[in-house]
Every structure is written in C-alpha cells, then in structure tokens.
C-alpha cells in the first residue's frame, strides 16, 4: 500500500488550515475527501507513520464484509481507495505526531502538536478511533520484539514456510490463525482459557483447519539465539517446547485518549459525547467514528463515514457562518 509521506515543513512551523482532521483512520480519510468536497483546505495529523490507523496497523489484509458497495473488500485496498479518495482534497498529511495542546482564538483554534508544529484552523474534527493503543505485553517476551516477535501481521509472506505460535483468544489471534494456516508450515494457537472471545464463526474456521489449539495454557519462554527458535508452554502443570521460528502476541491493546483529555472535552469511559452535528462541548471542536459516544451508537466504519459528513458539514458552518450546513448532492456538481 503508498502512503503519502508526511509533511515534510519545517517541525516548528506553522500549518494554516480551514479544517484540521486529528485521526488518519477510514472516518478521518473519508472527512478529508468531503471537507475538501466542501472547498476547505485540510490537515491531516496522526501519530502512526503510516495512513489507516487500526486497519493498517492490525488488520491489512482481513477481508471487510459491512462497508457499502463492497461485498467483501480486503483492509489494505479500503485504506488505498480512501487515501485516492482524499487526495482529490490535496490534504497535508502530518504523520508519526501526536495533537497535544488545543487553544481556542478568535476565529478558529491553535492545535500545537508534539514536534512543536502548530496547526491554525477554523475548526478540528476528531477521528481518533480508539485513541493512541499500544499492545498489552506477552510476559515471556523479553527483548524478542523484531527478532521472531510481534504482536500485528500487516503481511503473511514472511510467514510463509515457518511454524507459527499465535497467543491470544480475541478476534486478531483467530483472523491471523485463518489466514496464515495456508501459508505457514504449521500454525499454534495459545490461549490461557478454554472459552474465546474471537468470533463464533472464526472459532468455527480455526476448529476445522490444521491449526492446533492449546488452552488453558500460557507460553512461558521464548528462546533462541539470534531469532525464535521455539517457546516453552506451560499447561496442567506441565512444560513442552515447541520448535517455531515466528510468535505472535495478539493479547488486545491498551487504549487511550492521551493528550485530547486535557483539551476539556466532556468524554465518557474513552468515548467523545457528542450531539447530533457530531458537536463536543468545545466550540469548533467535532468528533466522528469509533470515538464518539451518544445514546444509539453503533461503532461500525460504516457509522463512521456518516458521520463524518454530519461533522464535516456543520464544521463548515462553525468556519463560515454564510455556509449552508446541505451542501447539495455531489452528483449534482460539474
């Protein structure tokens, strides 16, 4: 997948924009295509390197079956389709940083950002997902991160030919257990207790392959020298080593908002409130997708691209009050 490069300004300067976008996931990729369908210039930052947020960084090449207009479409060709999407609103990408301060002005905000960029705009939408995540640690893994240890599969092929431990129960460990079963020698999967959280039909799918299930089970070492050459899994009171040369730890993520709590928006356990124009209790400050919180949310990318245009038109309002909040149909335009 090409993503845009980041902004490559000076880090301490200034960025002029109509519409800042804080999240450069699927909602916030489509709110750049639509606030630039309203004529805003826009800036896009994100604190991944790269564009897609959780899509990208977990889950690339899981096939998508609940996006409009798509039977089923894989990760990584959603993300390439918004990101040529957005570009016709010729955003300024401003990736691997994170928003930091928020700073209300006459006629707009202030978002300074962690490089010591400051971003001017008439109003900011978030679309931060879940907010910045970091992966919960596998106990026995040591200083294996890199060397045989990961915990996302953006690609199968360097997993191809090698045996594969995968610790987790959730839906990461059992999407990543279907897809690399064809692909890998062998493929093991970990989970400290007999129930899972995954999926009921992907239990299913992992039930009926080559995969081989321990539960009730931890993996308790990793060894090798250079690179994994097989882990110590401790079940019943009783340790095996098992020959493997890749370990994945999909054990879930930590997830939280970061700076955006000092901003003073009003949220509720993680979430964003807002209203119905997808407004925060702070003035010119929006929020869109899997963040937000209102009676009736359903956290769907589906939900979020909706919402997006609900943001992204009232914000446009906020930024010229001589704007219409309908803008017209986009088929209506030349």
Not at 117 to 139: D, E, K, Q, Y
Not at 320 to 328: I, L, N
């Amino acid at each position: 997948m090409t993503t845009p490069a980041a902004d490559s300004q000076d880090p301490l300067s200034t960025v002029e924009a109509d519409l800042l976008i804080v999240g450069a996931g699927p909602t916030g990729l489509f709110a750049a295509y639509y606030a630039g369908f309203r004529g805003h210039r826009v800036a896009v930052v994100d604190s991944l390197p790269e564009l897609g947020g959780q899509i990208t960084a977990m889950y690339p090449e899981k096939q998508i079956l609940d996006v409009a207009g798509f039977p089923s479409v894989k990760g990584r060709d959603l993300v390439e389709g918004l990101v040529a999407q957005a570009a016709t609103a010729d955003p300024t990408y401003l990736l691997d940083r994170t928003a930091s301060t928020l700073t209300s002005t006459d006629d707009g905000v202030v978002v300074g950002l962690d490089d010591g960029t400051a971003v001017r705009a008439g109003a900011v939408l978030i679309t931060a997902g879940i907010g910045r995540f970091s992966p919960r640690p596998l106990p026995a893994q040591a200083d294996w991160l890199g060397r045989g240890l990961e915990f996302f599969v953006p690609s199968f092929a360097p997993y191809a030919g090698k045996d594969v431990v995968i610790v987790g129960g959730g839906d990461s460990a059992f999407d990543w257990a279907v897809h690399l079963e064809p692909v890998a020698a062998s493929v093991t999967l970990v989970h400290r207790r007999e129930a899972f959280r995954a999926h009921e039909h992907t239990v299913q799918q992992v039930r009926e392959s080559s995969v081989r299930m321990i539960t009730s089970a931890e993996v308790t070492a990793i060894n090798g020298t250079a690179t994994v050459e097989s882990v110590d899994v401790e079940a019943g009171g009783e340790t095996t080593t098992l020959p493997c040369q890749a370990v994945v730890a999909a054990l879930g993520f930590i997830a939280d908002l970061g700076p955006l709590q000092e901003w003073g928006i009003e949220v509720s356990k993680r979430h964003v409130l807002v209203d119905p124009a997808m407004r925060t209790n702070l003035p010119r400050v929006f929020a869109a997708g899997d963040i937000t919180e209102y009676d009736g949310k359903v956290r769907l990318i589906a939900v979020g691209f909706g919402e997006a245009a609900t943001a992204v038109n009232n914000a446009t309002v906020a930024i010229d009050p001589s704007a219409k909040v309908f803008p017209g149909h986009s088929s209506e335009g030349p």
